[in-house]
């Protein structure tokens, strides 16, 4: 089932699609939210 996770950072849209342990980013963010935005990515990664 694929999934749509919002990362919230202020007024930027930013969303983790993801489906069957593959993700990919959908990212507006401005620079401020960008350590946000790597955190949330970084939980995607295997190890």
């Known amino acids: 089932m694929t999934t749509i996770t919002q ?3 202020g007024t ?3 969303y983790i699609v993801a489906d069957d342990g593959k993700a990919i980013l959908i990212d ?5 939210h960008l ?12 190890e």
Do not use: F, L, R
């Open 7 to 9: 990362i919230k950072g």
């Open 12 to 14: 930027d849209n930013c």
């Open 28 to 32: 507006t963010a401005s620079g401020p």
């Open 35 to 46: 350590d946000k935005v790597i955190a949330e990515c970084d939980k995607w990664i295997p």
